[in-house]
């Protein structure tokens, strides 16, 4: 039976480019998004490849989102053998600007709606004896940086989830990891250096350069690369690796 796999913030960035890798690997894709028109896109270019792909257009921060999206997959495909909790958002301000609808809106997106859609799908994982969630953090679940508390405190939780879980379905043939990048071209990378260009007054150039040097090997990284993190996590041959937080970050954070 092919393989079914969840990815949530499917139709755009990072999310797309996980989508589009794993039609190439010949699964079952359930795409999810807000965004209609763009995640149709999406559906009809992993079919073009030869993946059969469905969609869920929903607002993950709903209560109801998680049964939602068990139930479309269910539908559509049978029980999931991945789960990919991709979306998510980073917005900066400094402490006295981070106010209570600040945090509140990282941390629904970020931590309790994939949360409540692994709540959701996972009892099905377990009916079909294993299967793989994957949680996108950021180098922000590992260490911290100025202005973006609301940010780093979502993944952090996450990340700390992510291993609590792990533990918790140790034995159930189930694998919890999280992928944690640095800066990722993206519409999010290019949001950050228009931030940074207008409160700071550097070019674009030099705003690129300010974060590449976080990086030992000073660049930014391509979705690509988190994507092909993606699919070895789901492969069999990872089952090994549980509770891991896995940077792709160039040697920025050593752990």
């Not at 139709?11 to 149709?40: D, T």
């Not at 519409?187 to 705003?207: S, Y």
């Amino acid at each position: 039976m092919t393989p079914t796999v969840i990815i949530t913030g499917a139709s755009r960035g990072i999310g797309k480019v996980i989508a589009l890798e794993l039609a190439q690997k010949g699964y079952n894709l359930m795409l999810v998004a807000r965004s209609e028109a763009p995640l149709a896109v999406v559906q009809s270019e992993c079919e073009t490849i030869g993946a059969k792909a469905a969609t869920c257009v929903v607002d993950i921060t709903q209560e109801d989102a998680g049964a939602t999206i068990r139930d479309a997959n269910l539908n559509a495909f049978g029980p999931p053998w991945g789960l990919v909790n991709n979306a998510g958002m980073a917005e900066s301000a400094p402490l006295a600007k981070t106010d209570d609808d600040l945090l509140r809106r990282h941390m629904e997106l970020n931590f309790y709606a994939p949360m409540r859609i692994t709540r959701s799908v996972l009892p099905r994982m377990i009916e079909m004896a294993g299967g793989r969630v994957i949680n996108m953090c950021s180098t922000a679940a590992l260490c911290g940086y100025p202005y973006v508390s609301a940010y780093g405190a979502s993944k952090h939780a996450l990340l700390g989830a992510t291993r609590a879980l792990a533990r918790e379905f140790a034995q159930k043939k189930v694998t919890f990891n999280a992928i944690c990048p640095g800066y990722v071209h993206t519409e999010v990378w290019e949001a950050t250096i228009k931030n940074i260009v207008d409160k700071t007054g550097l070019d674009e150039v030099q705003a690129e350069d300010k974060l590449k040097k976080l990086s030992p090997q000073y660049r930014i990284f391509q979705p690509a690369e988190i994507a092909h993190t993606v699919a070895f996590l789901l492969s069999e041959e990872s089952h090994g690796i549980t509770g891991q937080a896995i940077s792709i970050d160039g040697g920025e954070i050593e752990h």
